[in-house]
């Protein structure tokens, strides 16, 4: 783009700047010398750090959360891949990434040049769970050369159970119901899960906090689930899909990516009994965070009005 070209027409001419100014410039007769060389090296490393990351994603994940996407995302990992899942928007409190895809949900997923942005720039090369499996169409837009895994459960009612007892109801559960309401980044999330869900149901308006969520709409996410299920096979060539079951473990996701078997026993992770315990450790870490980020800012007040009173009291003196 024109903001990188220039932005590396800089870096150039400071790095030369540098490389002259600091008298390491070649010799009169056009020798290099070993000052010059390591000024030299110096200047590219500064110009390649300060360039920015750009991916392309390689897979896409289709599956719907809870249907093993935080597994698929350990052994992508494991491949190689920098995997772009919820856990990572949790992580990293990527507030602007819970903005994006808020909007997404609420266009279908149209903007498939932000969608483009957001993984070239975060350097991602494979997505998987929501919200972005929510997206997995226009992701194939922005990059038809990604192969897309489609993960499921043995039935909808397996799924339905696994989701009604993690995803669906953690905002709904003590503290957490406290901490959506509270916390900005929490906030922001909620509201992003109202969209997501939403748009899970074809636009039909639905919010975590409803009494009757989700086992109200029962049916309509059960009818979701399979629909979702079946256009992912419609819609994706074959020689680009994989339906993945993880219970064959290595030799059919290494086939399909063309990657060596690792020497290590396929993952199986985010088990139920987990969920909540990764949530509520993650949410306090939070919670933390904002009460030393006040009291740091209360000490640096208390000192700032102490020395302020110390120097109008010398004044007066």
Known sequence: STINISRSHFL?????????????????????????????????????????????????GSGYGRTGTDTLREALNELGYNTY?????FNGQLISDVHLW????????????????????GGWTAA??????????????AFP?????????KSAEQWWDSATNSIMIVG????????????????????????????VLGGKKVTIHDVDFPHGYKEEFISAYEANNARVKKVVPKKKLLVHNHSKG?????????????????????????????????SLQMIFGVFAALATFLFSLKKLIGLFSRNEKSKVE
């Open 102 to 121: 808020h909007a997404q949900a609420e266009n279908n997923c149209a903007d498939v040049d932000a969608l483009r942005d957001l993984f070239e720039k």
């Open 145 to 153: 050369d990604a192969k897309v895994i489609h993960t499921q459960r």
């Open 12 to 60: 150039n001419r400071h790095c030369n700047h540098i490389f002259f100014s600091s008298g390491f410039g070649p010799t009169a007769s056009g020798a290099m010398t070993p000052a010059n060389t390591i000024a030299l090296i110096g200047a590219l490393l500064v110009l390649l750090a300060a360039s920015p990351s750009h991916a392309a994603l390689e897979v896409i």
């Open 128 to 141: 998987v769970d929501f919200p972005a499996s929510m997206c997995y169409e226009s992701l194939m837009k």
């Open 172 to 199: 709904k559960k003590f503290p957490f119901n406290i901490i959506y309401m509270t916390v900005p980044f929490f906030k922001a999330h909620k509201s992003m899960c109202d969209a997501m869900w939403s748009f």
């Open 85 to 89: 899942h919820m856990r990572e928007i």
């Open 250 to 282: 290595w030799t059919e996701i290494c086939k399909f990516l063309g990657k060596e078997i690792p020497a290590i026993p396929y993952p199986h992770s985010n088990k139920r009994e987990d969920f909540f315990k990764g949530v509520l450790i993650l």
